[in-house]
């Protein structure tokens, strides 16, 4: 979960976007870069409802930021068939199929994101993608940029395995 981080000079205020690369506190309005914010390998920083966060990354996990409303049911439909027709023919290796329904509960949760996906959830979303996308090839042109980050983030954590 995103935390917000709190104003270095009120330390009551949360930073919101001032400009490129530039947030001022609600409360104080004192004025900060990026830089500002030492963060740990496995933080980033996030924009979330125009609040400056914190998220914790795990290693190997890669970020995902829908920028519309309609992509974590967008994802969510593939995942529910992928888990639909793997209960007649394999879709998932054994034992992988609960990752996808894990990822699925957390889109139905959290609809905003952004979400943080282990390889395991990568596996079993582009996999989902590739079976929903085998059965209704319209499915595939609703939100190819969307789709192609997604596939860019499960490469990501591949590479980072081997
Ligand atoms: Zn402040």
Do not use: K
């Amino acid at each position: 979960m995103p935390v917000p981080i709190l104003c270095h000079e009120c330390r009551q205020g949360r930073y919101q976007v001032q400009g490129p690369d530039s947030y001022d506190c609600r409360v104080c309005g004192s004025l900060v870069t990026a830089a500002a914010f030492p963060l740990g390998d496995d933080e980033r920083l996030v924009v979330l409802a125009d609040i400056l966060q914190a998220l914790s990354v795990p290693e190997g996990h890669q970020v995902a930021t829908p920028d519309r409303r309609c992509h974590a049911p967008h994802l969510g439909a593939s995942l529910a068939l992928a888990l639909r027709f793997d209960e007649t023919r394999p879709v998932y290796p054994p034992g992988t199929a609960g990752a996808a329904a894990e990822l699925l509960a957390t889109l139905d949760a959290d609809e905003r994101g952004p979400w943080v996906l282990s390889p395991a959830h990568l596996d079993a979303l582009t996999r989902a993608m590739d079976v929903r996308y085998a059965a209704l090839p319209s499915a595939s042109r609703q939100y190819p940029e969307f789709d192609a980050e997604i596939r860019n983030a499960h490469a990501r954590s591949r590479a980072h395995r081997t």
